[in-house]
Nanobody
Framework: QVQLVESGGGLVQPGGSLRLSCAAS????????MGWYRQAPGKQRELVAR???????NYTDSVKGRFTISRDNAKNTVYLQMNSLKPEDTAVYYC?????????????WGQGTQVTVSS
């Protein structure tokens, strides 16, 4: 069974921090590259951070130095620590493997978690 459950979003002031969590089914998590994606209103979903099974990480330029992705293999969980948040970080955040899970020809996504950065 495929499962992706994101949590930890909320409303935060600029400069604040949030930590997102994603519980994934073992079939997705155990051997794949995992990523955090985000989709802002009116924009396409983008990959902002990824982590390999060997804990190698990559970040999109706009979040480098502010976001940190990590994973706990024993818990099938991936995290995104977000610091120095900016209004432009406002989006729905999703986790998935990279590339995303496909089921019957369609990309599968969880419900996501809303992050709003505003004063």
């Amino acid at each position: 069974q495929v499962q992706l459950v994101e949590s930890g979003g909320g409303l935060v002031q600029p400069g604040g921090s949030l930590r997102l969590s994603c519980a994934a089914s073992r079939s997705i998590f155990s051997i794949y590259v995992m990523g955090w994606y985000r989709q802002a209103p009116g924009k396409q979903r983008e990959l902002v951070a990824r982590i390999t099974s060997a804990d190698r990480t990559n970040y999109t330029d706009s979040v480098k130095g502010r976001f940190t992705i990590s994973r706990d293999n024993a818990k099938n969980t991936v995290y995104l620590q977000m610091n120095s948040l900016k209004p432009e970080d406002t989006a729905v955040y999703y986790c998935n493997k990279d590339p995303p899970v496909r089921l019957r020809g369609y990309e599968y996504w969880g419900q996501g978690t809303q992050v709003t950065v505003s004063s």
